[in-house]
């Protein structure tokens, strides 16, 4: 069987970074200068809509609180209303720029869980297609994703400002 090869050299950065000097890579977006380059779509008091590094599916968002905290539990009732007011906004902006089917939205809360970053609690806004899987997750163990993140970023873009 011949071999075949995906690059993704935008990972090795991570990959070489020591996991007790990574942080939570939330916190550091959160102060970040270059919202382009962290990928950063949406920021309020209370809460912010980042795009996934690692999407499961092509448009994949997250919206976390503003504020650190690992379950729904430590939020405040402002912090909440406004989270789930994001998550709206999140799916709305992906309705309009990408025209899904459907959506998966959901919180690992905790490691056992599947939460990866479970010390900052965050949803997932991942946008869904009829046939939008196929053989190379399952083959492969490789997830295909049809355009950059970067050109991503840039038509979703103006669908958040027409949100404010």
Do not use: C
């Not at 968002?61 to 405040?76: C, Q, S, Y």
């Not at 965050?122 to 399952?138: E, K, L, Q, S």
């Amino acid at each position: 069987m011949k071999k075949h090869y995906l690059h993704a050299s935008w990972r090795m950065e991570y990959v070489r970074t020591p996991r007790e000097k990574r942080g939570s890579p939330f916190v550091r977006i959160l102060n970040s200068t270059n919202w382009r380059r962290d990928l950063l779509l949406y920021r309020d008091e209370h809460s912010f809509i980042v795009m996934n590094r690692y999407p499961y599916n092509a448009g994949h968002l997250l919206v976390l609180p503003v504020r650190e905290v690992g379950d729904f539990e430590e939020l405040t009732e402002v912090e909440r209303l406004a989270l789930f007011a994001s998550v709206l906004r999140a799916q709305r902006v992906l309705k309009q720029a990408m025209q899904p089917e459907g959506f998966n939205i959901g919180f690992n809360v905790g490691a056992a869980a599947g939460a990866g970053i479970a010390s900052h609690l965050h949803a997932h806004v991942v946008p869904r297609w009829n046939g939008d899987t196929n053989f190379m997750p399952v083959v492969g163990k490789t997830k295909v994703l049809p355009e950059a993140l970067e050109t991503l970023y840039d038509r979703l873009l103006p669908f958040v400002e027409a949100e404010k």
